[in-house]
């Protein structure tokens, strides 16, 4: 419904960030400490009661991913959230933040769990996005999850993701390197389809994001940040009249010279030494795992040999969403938070609430 409303004619969209406790009920810096000194986790909580699902985020996003899919699944089923940011991302802060390897954050993941819970730590479903697909992954192999339940990936194969690896820095060069603020940036991500939901969009982008160091750059390339805009500027210069935009674009530059611009909170492109462990291999790690396993695409055409013959042994529950782009659940979370609560209510790990009927998928 908000879609079509923010897309009526003469409404202007709200790019506005919201907070995550719009969302979330709790945030929490879990302490991690070992021999040589002490690391924090940012994670976020909802629910009391039912199984753990333990969400972890894809490369360069963070915990508040999730937010949307939170609220979802929380009215549907009887489970506890705890959404965390991997280290490098978010609000989690280590002492070595650029050591971002399979085994280093598969461990993290286990140290976090054993902070929380103790010896005694609840049923727990790991289910991650893309890089934190192939995390919770590597996580279930290691046995450092050992009340694991259910395992699920959301859009991460392994064959489709070695491929994209070589396109991976072109990607990532495209991208505008600054924003000259938070609703900017929120802006691009929706229209360059980063992010097909706005909704999601408006909570999850604080958490790719952060502001620069000191005053704004001149150098920045203002071009980017404000070419997003173009579309609405030329509708108003048509009701308007071309003088008062061109007024209202230069009051803009100079506001730009004052703000402190935001920039991207992880710097993707000197993580590459680390894509190749995360995803070779990974199909046959995952058809291995001895727990119930989902994998949720965004299209079956992602699908490689391996899976596809597991899929056909039966070894694993698959579902397909289309329509969404990469980020699956930001852009449906609705169908994301269906398919995992009918997932758990199959393998009786949990009950559904507030009238929730399963809708059970034909894979």
């Given at each position: 419904m908000d879609?079509?409303?923010?897309?009526?004619?003469?409404?202007?969209?709200?790019?506005?960030?919201?907070?995550?406790?719009?969302?979330?009920?709790?945030?929490?810096?879990?302490?991690v400490e070992n021999d040589t000194g002490k690391d924090t986790f940012r994670i976020y909580k909802s629910g009391l009661e039912g199984p753990v699902l333990l969400l972890l985020h894809g490369g360069g996003h963070s915990a508040l991913s999730w937010a949307v899919f939170t609220s979802a699944i929380i009215n549907r089923i009887q489970c506890r959230i705890v959404a965390l940011d991997l280290r490098g991302h978010g609000e989690t802060k280590v002492r070595n933040p650029e050591d971002l390897s399979a085994e280093t954050m598969s461990k993290d993941v286990g140290n976090v769990v054993e902070a929380l819970y103790g010896d005694l730590p609840p049923p727990i479903m790991l289910i991650g996005h893309s890089m934190g697909g192939a995390i919770a992954v590597h996580t279930a192999v290691a046995n450092l999850v050992p009340s694991l339940l259910g395992l699920c990936m959301i859009d991460v194969v392994e064959g489709t993701a070695m491929d994209a690896l070589n396109s991976m820095q072109n990607f990532l060069r495209s991208r505008p390197k600054t924003f000259k603020s938070l609703e900017n940036a929120i802006e691009?991500?929706?229209?360059?389809?980063?992010?097909?939901?706005?909704?999601?969009?408006?909570?999850?982008?604080?958490?790719?994001?952060?502001?620069?160091?000191?005053?704004?750059s001149p150098e920045c390339p203002k071009a980017i940040v404000e070419g997003i805009i173009e579309e609405e500027?030329?509708?108003?210069?048509?009701?308007?009249?071309?003088?008062?935009?061109?007024k209202r674009k230069k009051e803009d530059d100079t506001e730009t010279k004052k703000e402190h611009l935001y920039t991207w909170r992880i710097e993707l492109a000197k993580t590459e030494k680390y894509w190749d462990g995360w995803f070779r291999g990974l199909s046959n790690l995952f058809l291995s795992c001895p727990t119930p396993k989902l994998l949720l695409l965004a299209g079956?055409?992602?699908l490689d040999k391996d899976l596809t013959i597991g899929q056909m042994q039966g070894k694993f529950q698959m579902q397909v969403l289309p329509q969404c782009g990469h980020a699956v659940h930001e852009d449906a979370p609705d169908?994301?938070?269906?398919?995992?609560?009918?997932?758990?209510?199959?393998?009786?790990f949990t009950e559904p609430i507030g009238g929730f009927q399963c809708v059970f998928p034909a894979c």
């Open positions: 879609f079509f409303l923010s897309c009526s004619p003469g409404r202007k969209r709200d790019f506005s960030p919201v907070l995550w406790s719009q969302y979330f009920e709790s945030m929490e810096d879990v302490v691009w991500s929706v229209k360059s389809g980063q992010i097909r939901n706005l909704e999601s969009a408006r909570v999850s982008m604080v958490g790719q994001v952060k502001q620069c160091e000191g005053a704004a500027e030329e509708e108003e210069e048509d009701e308007e009249g071309g003088g008062s935009v061109n079956v055409d992602r169908k994301v938070a269906e398919a995992v609560a009918t997932f758990l209510i199959r393998h009786r």
